[in-house]
């Protein structure tokens, strides 16, 4: 494995307007509606300065390729399959409809691992989202890169088993079925050309998954919003979720939260009882 140790501590600024054409999108799109003070959802900040490569410079996956050059913000890890695996957001200010957004972008740490899925190589990156010139988020992402998949490897996650998921330990349960519509909607809001969301054929047949695969950070999303709808809107301070296996389109997602004083747990299931996400929470 290459040596990416320059990579780290490299810096990218984005800049963006949450403006209202797109606040009615992100609202659209999950059937929600406006609030009276104009302060968006948390979690309105996966859409906002978002990677604007030209359709020419995507890669074979639909992200932007990576190269040994300044113009690339992301070390060129020569492992194909790439995941959004974890994220850790602290939410400091409500970012509002109107609101001019920068993001100052840093990479944090490259580790290589070995796994029983192979090599892997682990990127960190700061994000620090400002609205109007406040601090509004910060967040650490955590991406991993992992090997190609061999062409007859047993399509992933595997199929339901006989287990069910029960909710009766948690406070509020509701269940979602992430069809392919909303995936093309998250996508085009985030502007993330990965196939994985989109591209059945490229999903089965080069990443080797059972369909269509649910992005991360739209679970992420359905989760703060279930913590919007029971604890109140912006109240949570912290937010962390973690990616435990893939959710595919068309199958029910379970969405479960419970509450411990300030602190929240919350998570996403399949119907079998297989969890998704797992996410903390502080209030």
């Known amino acids: ?53 030209p359709t020419a410079a995507l890669g074979a996956d639909g992200h932007p390729a990576r190269d040994e050059t300044r113009c690339s913000f992301l070390p060129p890890v020569p492992l194909p399959r790439r995941m959004w695996a974890a994220s850790d957001i602290a939410f400091l200010s409500p970012i509002v409809v109107g609101a001019a957004v920068e993001r100052t972008s840093r990479i944090t740490s490259i580790a290589p691992k070995s796994g029983k899925s192979g090599e892997m190589v682990f990127v960190e990156v700061a994000h620090e989202t400002r609205a109007d010139g406040v601090a509004a988020v910060r967040e650490v992402q955590t991406l991993v890169y992992r090997q190609a998949a061999d062409p007859d490897a047993p399509l992933q996650p595997p199929p339901m088993g006989g287990g069910r998921f029960s909710g009766g330990e948690w406070d509020a349960v509701r269940e979602i079925v992430p069809g392919e519509t909303l995936l093309f909607r998250f996508s085009a809001l985030t ?6 969301h989109y591209d059945a054929p490229y999903a089965r047949d080069e990443e080797r998954y059972r369909g269509l695969v649910v992005h991360g950070p739209l679970m992420a999303s359905l989760l703060l919003q279930m913590a919007g709808d029971v ?18 389109a068309g199958e029910p997602l379970h ?23 797992a996410a903390t929470g502080a209030v």
Request: glycine share 8%; hydrophobic share 45%.
């Open 1 to 53: 494995m290459n040596d990416f140790s320059s990579w780290t501590g490299r810096e990218e600024q984005r800049g963006d307007r949450l403006d209202p054409a797109l606040a009615a999108r992100w609202l659209a799109t999950f059937d929600l509606a406006a609030q009276v003070t104009g302060a968006m959802p948390q979690g309105i900040h996966f859409c906002l300065c978002t990677p604007d490569a």
């Open 191 to 196: 502007f993330n050309t990965h196939r994985i």
């Open 231 to 248: 604890l109140g809107e912006q109240a949570l301070r912290r937010f962390a979720f973690r990616a435990m296996s893939p959710a595919i």
């Open 255 to 277: 969405l479960a939260l419970r509450r411990a004083d300030e602190t929240v747990e919350l998570g996403a299931f399949a119907g079998d009882g297989r969890q998704i996400v």
